[in-house]
């Protein structure tokens, strides 16, 4: 047994436990009741990160929430990773679904999981996935078999667009100079098929108001008379999308990268069992795009889903109002080239054209991201894959993600880095839901398979 | 001065502060939470009947909320009037529009109430509006004018579809047997142009849920492949009417009672200024049903408005969540002589049937009441027009109201007994709505005009 893996073995317990620590704090960066937590949880990382042989710890302020940043410089001859990863987490909401609190973790066992899975938000997205990192210092220090320099960058801002990040990024050039950039807050297929994503989506979000009487009305003396605003955003929304499920905005898909029949095909290749999927998700059946497969509906192609709509009366019993307004949030994925402040530009434009005059229209950009496709021929890649191979025996697979991390497109621009996104969360995960969880065995996974990364990606750079 | 004239003006500062200290109990029946409220609300309205001089005042229990008895009986061969209202409310909410609090009332000048008028939830509907019938019996009492014999029966269900009110009727036919009903619970014109309501429309109102995956999903990873709830529930309440506001449910309008050109020409007299009617509620422009006028879609045709709808995130930031549900409440006013069962039915079979094979529905009916239409010529209408004639110095007009006392047509079937609708409320009175009010003019007008309807329908009964 190699000495990492036998320190791993040792303390395999007190990681978890610190983990755990870390979870306890409800750092949620949506909402400004959760300030002191969030801000409590990145002193919290710094202090890991001392601890785990760290040198440089500092806790950046930005205009926003703090950013961590960490280094230990083995060698200046040496290759550098910097590692990137947050700290804050999505809100819990809707709580009554959660068997468990949310910012108390325990472990359970699963059916994927037979040897348990940590339930709390952040489990996996991505206090879990950011402290594999940390850990993996600590085995790396702890056995003095760190192959290259280490960099960190924990933000606290991630689940809402990484407003700050940009502004530090290119304030901090040179703290900032690596030779890759190696992030884990992304899946993989499965436990025993391992994969690499290589491309992300983007993200345009919204907020929208319809305002129509200024007044809640009766709707027995009004109904049938003035446009009630629920209504009409029903028309609107439900217009936004045809039969097919395209996107009927004006310019939505211009810029949309069409991928090749053999893309196409090889994408096809990744294990996937529809009825599996359905079941898994209590679905008698799935709806999309025409013309797409379920895994390109979700990774390749853009969508438009409203995530959250409220207005009226939402009470116990039945009461007869014309509202004043409806609101709903609104959010875009996007596709390898849509950029996003032009797509709520043309949301915008659109949605306003499309209200009737008897109501007033507000459109609230809220954040965006770019999408994001990653290289397989780089040392980077190539480093991530052997370093799978290791700790798997198997040969990971590149994937596209439906998800969104918006940085990883400003991370290119600011610094001309690539971003190798290895990451060990499964879908089944639950990450953004109640009863977030995320594997026991992924998690040590990590911590194992990190190292091996850092020794390829130093040879091969050394090649 | 006629001495009830003049007994009603030397006690009008005691008639406003006892309906305050009945405003003053949040008796919201709607709300499970302000039981005791309600109750105490009808001990409350059995008191004030007590003072007042009625007789043989009962305090009736139903399976729901109790129903206030009380009588006055001068002369068994003396004609009978029975006088209903309700001692319940609509839910404040929302709070945070209220200029004060919904119950504590209090006295402001307006530009329509220049003497000042009650603004506090129920102020005119219906507790300002059924307690005049106390005082106005106070006052008959206590100058010795009662012309006939006077039954109450103050219920406490109305703003949640009577439930318990024809379960009450049927077991007291004798108990209720009376002339006429005599109603306050609607409005009129305006305070220089006396109206009596003739005819109501009915309601169906239901609750729909929108099912989707089994648990929240992330939109990244799940977005464009999953039904989200929420665009799916938009896109079937937008069908539910057509451009032309038509709704599109198969045979909502098979029985709907067609106003004659006569009839709609008539109503055209009634005063009625849009551009006044926009301006007061804010609007650039009104919408509705192709083909008919403001007045007419407020009152003779059908409708189907939205009254809440909720799902997803609704909290500060961004959450980029598809959720597993959304729901919404949903009310049909129907017009002579629509079914509001089959209404009801036709919907949830329609609403059903148009759901994709992604989700699941699910439709709750909640209360539901019968359109109606009152006579013209009988001797209640003639009495309560000549007794606005006396008070107003004008003839009232008859006109059509689109809200809907559903118990109106229960009446006539269990008891064979037209209402007269012989309301003193505004449509600015904003009913249901923040800041409801009630003009002082309005509740002393009231006062002063019911014991001449008790005059003149004694009299036209004896002719």
Redesign the interface.
Same mark, same amino acid.
């Given at each position: 047994m190699s000495s990492q893996k036998e320190y791993l073995e040792q303390n395999k317990e007190r990681f978890v436990e610190e983990l755990f620590e870390l979870l306890r704090i409800p750092s949620i960066?949506?909402?400004?009741a959760y300030k002191n937590d969030v801000l409590k949880t990145a002193d919290a990382v710094a202090e890991s990160l001392r601890k785990a042989g760290a040198e440089n710890v500092e806790i950046c302020e930005t205009p926003g929430y703090p950013i961590v940043y960490a280094d230990k410089i083995v060698d200046p001859s040496l290759p550098t990773v910097l590692v990137y990863g947050h700290y804050d987490v999505?809100?819990p909401?809707?709580l009554d679904?959660w068997t468990t609190e949310p910012f108390e973790p325990v472990i359970r066992k699963t059916e994927i999981h037979p040897d348990g899975a940590i339930f709390a938000r952040g489990a996996c997205d991505d206090k879990g996935q950011m402290f594999m990192h940390v850990k993996a210092l600590e085995v790396m220090n702890q056995t003095g078999t760190l192959a290259c320099n280490v960099k960190f960058m924990i933000e606290g801002e991630e689940e809402?667009?990484s407003e700050n990040l940009g502004w530090f990024v290119s304030r901090n050039q040179e703290k900032l100079a690596a030779d890759v950039i190696l992030i884990s807050d992304t899946?993989m297929i499965a436990n025993d098929s391992p994969s690499i994503t290589t491309g992300l989506?983007g993200?345009s979000?919204v907020?929208v108001k319809v305002t129509?009487?200024?007044?809640?009305?009766?709707? /027995?003396?009004? !109904?049938?008379?003035?446009?009630?605003p +629920?209504?009409v955003?029903?028309?609107m929304?439900? %217009?936004l999308?045809d039969d097919n499920?395209h996107i009927t905005i004006p310019g939505f898909y211009e810029d949309v990268q069409e991928l090749s029949d053999a893309e196409r095909e090889a994408m096809a290749k990744a294990p996937f069992n529809l009825d599996n999927y359905k079941k898994a998700?209590?679905?008698?059946?799935?709806?999309?795009?025409l013309g797409y497969s379920?895994?390109e509906?979700?990774s390749i192609?853009?969508?438009?889903?409203?995530?959250?709509?409220?207005? /009226?009366?939402? !009470?116990?019993?039945?009461?007869?109002? +014309?509202?004043s307004w409806?609101?709903?949030?609104i %959010?875009m994925?996007l596709v390898p080239h849509q950029e996003p402040g032009k797509i709520t530009e043309l949301f915008q434009k659109h949605f306003e054209a499309i209200a009737?005059?008897?109501v007033?229209v507000e459109v609230t950009p809220?954040?965006g991201g770019l999408p994001y496709v990653s290289p397989t021929d780089d040392p980077g890649y190539r480093a991530a894959s052997k370093a799978m191979e290791d700790s798997f025996g198997k040969t990971p697979v590149p994937v596209r993600?439906?998800?969104?991390i918006p940085i990883v497109a400003l991370f290119e621009k600011e610094l001309g880095l690539k971003s190798i996104l290895m990451g060990f969360g499964l879908?089944s995960d639950?990450?953004?839901?109640?009863?977030e969880h995320y594997g026991l065995f992924n998690y040590y996974k990590g911590i194992e398979t990190i190292p091996h990364f850092f020794k390829h990606f130093a040879a091969l750079k050394s090649e």
């Open positions: 960066s949506a909402d400004s999505q809100p909401d809707p679904l809402v667009g899946g989506r993200l979000y907020e129509g009487p200024n007044r809640d009305l009766h709707s /027995g003396l009004y !109904g049938g008379a003035v446009a009630n +629920i209504n955003l029903t028309n929304i439900a %217009s999308q499920k998700l209590d679905l008698s059946d799935v709806d999309g795009e379920t895994m509906r979700a192609r853009p969508t438009l889903d409203v995530n959250g709509i409220w207005g /009226g009366y939402q !009470g116990e019993g039945a009461k007869t109002v +014309i509202p409806a609101k709903a949030k %959010s994925r009737p005059k008897s007033k809220h954040h993600s439906g998800g969104s879908d639950a990450i953004h839901s109640p009863n």
